[in-house]
């Protein structure tokens, strides 16, 4: 998986630490034909922050808006607050993705301070493995993970991102 913050990329595959709020990340599974952004792949877009205001606390999505095309599935889900709140977009013509600007229904937000944990997966969704399965099973029975963690050092309100990739080819 790859980790991009304003056009940067901060991890793609080890550990990586941040200290206090985290705006405008990105993650993909990198293809070979995603583009610095998540172009011509799904993406999730996320921001880890306490709210300061109702409806300004973390947020988080799956796009696919163009330049945005589905090439995996991915998913996540927020844990230490918030727990278990999330959207799944397993397939090209799901419908928990934003597609246009105004598909505010696939914002997930989470309005609690201090969510210490956002976990974000993908994987090919083109398996039976995945048809009938919830989702948390995969992540507990997949055996191979890759995992990037945003973790802060000791004694830091922190916001942990941890990104786990399963991936079956078919």
């Keep these: 998986p790859t980790l991009v913050q304003n056009g940067a990329v901060l991890n793609s595959g080890n550990s990586y630490t941040a200290t206090g709020p985290f705006s405008a990340g990105i993650a993909y599974l990198q293809t070979g034909k995603c583009g610095l952004n998540g172009d011509e792949c799904t993406t999730v877009e996320m921001t ?3 709210p300061t205001a109702p409806g ?3 947020s988080t999505d799956i796009t696919l808006i163009a330049p945005h095309a589905f090439n995996k599935g991915v998913g996540f889900r927020y844990f230490n607050g918030c727990d278990g709140q999330g959207q799944t977009c397993a397939t090209a013509d799901c419908t928990d993705a934003f597609r246009t600007p105004t598909d505010y229904f696939a914002q997930t937000q989470c309005e609690e301070n201090n969510v210490s944990r956002l976990s974000v997966y993908l994987y ?3 398996t039976s493995l995945l048809k009938g399965r919830p989702h ?3 992540l507990l029975s ?3 993970f890759k995992r990037m963690f945003i973790s802060p050092p000791f004694g830091y309100t922190v916001w942990v991102l ?3 990739l399963y991936s079956v080819e078919t």
Excluded: E, F, Y
């Design 162 to 164: 941890g990104i786990l």
């Design 136 to 138: 948390d099973h995969l």
């Design 124 to 126: 090919n969704a083109h």
């Design 56 to 58: 300004a606390g973390s």
């Design 48 to 50: 880890l922050v306490n």
């Design 142 to 144: 997949a055996n191979c």
